[in-house]
């Protein structure tokens, strides 16, 4: 195996860690609003400040991203957020768990511009999403391992040691990732930025590039439905199916996940396939990803079993697979190769700031319209946002695509 399928597999471990940190806390929302008396609006606030504080900070990271050296920000990065992972398990507080919460945002911000780029540059467009599609597959691993891990320590132990755990984990792993990072090639390693470094100047202009506008909004539509999903699915079944907490966290966090990895590899695979004949292809698998995501998570709400939700979620899954293989690539499409940490950072801003507003409505409506209600309104949004990638095609691909090139 070569080094840039080798730094695909380091950064996998990183990113699974990532995700297994953010998610942890979501299935062990029953037990924080037992022991700290969180209202079901300050459950969802637990969620949708840690998204809002990512977003507000990715513009900052983007920058920072492109600037300096890369091996030092992404093992920077995993150290520190490993360490408010672990602090997260002191809290004494409801409000000590929150501010854990938004300091776990601003040390992870910087970690995905800083990867997707490395990824990037070692990998050319025959094997480009194939690569971050495999390195996307992580975060499902990630999503799966965190829910149903915290769910079975807390049920035998105690929900702190959840984050005790991950927390020691990425801190010893920061180890490994530093020495193969500094073992790679020059030209794979990306100490130093390849032209002038980017500056705030360059990342608004990156807001002037039609294609790209329409990427920022199909990806902040899809991340606030996966968002409602990975925060709210737990709690749901909960409610509704009567399950326990570690049965409930296996269930949200296992079928939606084998169904996505399916996606990934598949959507990424095909992308790479077709875009050797057709230019705006990874942009058209994204379209087929919302025509079939929008009715599936609209099952997720509305079936009346615990078998039939298995299908819709793995269903779901795996329609948003095509989406999330392709969306860094499709930006990478239309920007400027020395703008992509930056790239990255645009649509984490948009992403991370929309979706967070998923877990606050679901605490919302999970007394009044109800989850289901939401799940309907983000099908509706789902589709819109195909729509929206479908007159980007047709009226700005070719031209942004050539002015990328230029």
């Not at 597959?137 to 959840?162: D, M, N, P, T």
């Not at 700005?396 to 002015?403: G, V």
Request: with cysteine; charged share 10%.
């Amino acid at each position: 195996m070569g080094p840039a399928w080798l730094l695909v597999g380091f950064l996998w471990v990183c990113y699974f860690l990532n995700h297994a940190d953010r998610q942890v806390v979501y299935t062990l929302f029953p037990a924080l609003q037992k022991e700290f008396g969180f209202s079901n609006q300050v459950l969802g606030l637990t969620g949708a400040l840690f998204l809002w504080v990512y977003g507000l900070c990715s513009p900052a990271a983007g920058i920072v991203g492109d600037r300096y050296s890369k091996p030092v920000l992404a093992v920077a990065s995993l150290f520190i957020w490993s360490f408010f992972t672990a602090l997260s398990g002191l809290s004494p507080a409801g409000g000590f768990l929150l501010a854990c919460r938004a300091l776990l945002g601003v040390s992870e911000s910087i970690f995905m511009p800083v990867a997707a780029t490395l990824i990037a540059n070692a990998h050319g467009p025959e094997t480009r999403s194939k690569a971050i599609a495999l390195f996307a597959s992580s975060q499902l691993v990630g999503v799966a391992a965190g829910g149903s891990l915290s769910g079975y320590i807390a049920e035998r132990s105690s929900w702190r040691a959840s984050f005790w755990l991950l927390g020691a984990v990425g801190m010893l792993f920061a180890i490994p990732l530093w020495l193969f990072l500094r073992s790679l090639p020059e030209h794979l390693r990306m100490d130093r930025p390849a032209g002038r470094g980017a500056n705030w100047r360059d990342f608004l202009n990156l807001f002037r590039i039609p294609m790209l506008r329409v990427t920022t909004v199909f990806v902040a539509i899809a991340t606030f439905s996966i968002f409602l999903v990975y925060t709210w699915l737990p709690t749901f079944l909960y409610d509704k199916f009567e399950l326990g907490l570690a049965k409930a966290g296996f269930e949200a966090s296992t079928f939606p996940q084998i169904g996505t990895a399916l996606g990934l590899l598949a959507g990424g695979a095909l992308a790479d396939r077709l875009v050797k004949r057709w230019a705006a292809a990874r942009f058209w698998v994204v379209v087929a990803g919302f025509a079939f995501t929008a009715p599936c998570i609209y099952w997720i709400g509305a079936a009346p079993t615990l078998e039939l939700t298995r299908i819709a979620s793995m269903a779901f899954g795996f329609s948003f697979g095509f989406i999330t293989a392709n969306q860094v690539a499709c930006a990478y499409e239309v920007v400027p190769p020395d703008l992509r940490a930056s790239t990255v950072g645009v649509l984490n801003l948009t992403g991370a700031t929309v979706s967070g507003f998923a877990p606050y409505l679901g605490g919302l409506s999970r007394g009044t319209i109800g989850v289901d209600r939401l799940m309907t309104l983000a099908a509706i949004m789902l589709l819109g946002a195909g729509l929206a990638v479908v007159y980007g095609i047709y009226r700005h691909f070719d031209r942004d695509r050539r002015l990328a090139e230029a």
